[in-house]
C-alpha cells in the first residue's frame, strides 16, 4: 500500500486548506484512514480519523469544530479541510492507514502546511 499526500502549502492565518491523500497498490480495502501532523520540535499528533466502510469520523479537539475528513472510495482517496487556520496548525501534515484494525501499518510522505501570521 502506497498512500501519497498533497495539497500542502503556505497558507494566511484564518485561511483553509485541503488536503488529500491517495492510496495505491493491490486491492485498497482500509479499517480505517487517519490524519497526523507534526509541527517542529513537537512529537506526531492525531488530527483525524475516518472509518473506510462506515464513514465514522474522530476528530482531536485541537481542530474539532474547523476540521472534516472525509473519503472516495471510488478514487481511494481521502481529504482533510481545515478552516480558520492558526499557527498552531503549521506542520507537516501525514496520513495513514490502518487496514487490520489493530495500528496505522501505512503512511505517507508528509506534506507541509505553514501558516503566516
Known amino acids: 500500500v502506497q498512500l501519497q499526500a498533497s495539497g500542502g502549502g503556505l497558507v494566511p492565518a484564518g485561511g483553509s486548506l485541503r488536503l488529500s491523500c491517495a492510496a495505491s497498490?493491490?486491492?485498497?480495502?482500509?479499517?480505517?484512514m487517519g490524519w497526523f501532523r507534526q509541527a517542529p520540535g513537537k512529537d506526531r499528533e492525531f488530527v483525524a480519523s475516518?472509518?473506510?466502510?462506515?464513514?465514522?469520523?474522530l476528530y482531536a479537539d485541537s481542530v474539532k469544530g474547523r476540521a472534516t475528513i472525509s473519503r472516495d472510495r471510488a478514487k481511494n482517496t481521502i481529504y482533510l479541510q481545515i478552516d480558520s487556520l492558526n499557527a498552531e496548525d503549521t506542520a507537516v501534515y501525514y496520513c495513514?492507514?490502518?487496514?487490520?484494525?489493530?495500528?496505522?501499518?501505512?503512511w505517507g510522505q508528509g506534506t507541509l502546511v505553514t501558516v503566516s501570521s
Open positions: 497498490g493491490r486491492t485498497f480495502n482500509s479499517y480505517k
Open positions: 495513514s492507514a490502518d487496514i487490520t484494525g489493530r495500528a496505522y501499518e501505512y
Open positions: 475516518i472509518m473506510w466502510s462506515a464513514g465514522n469520523t
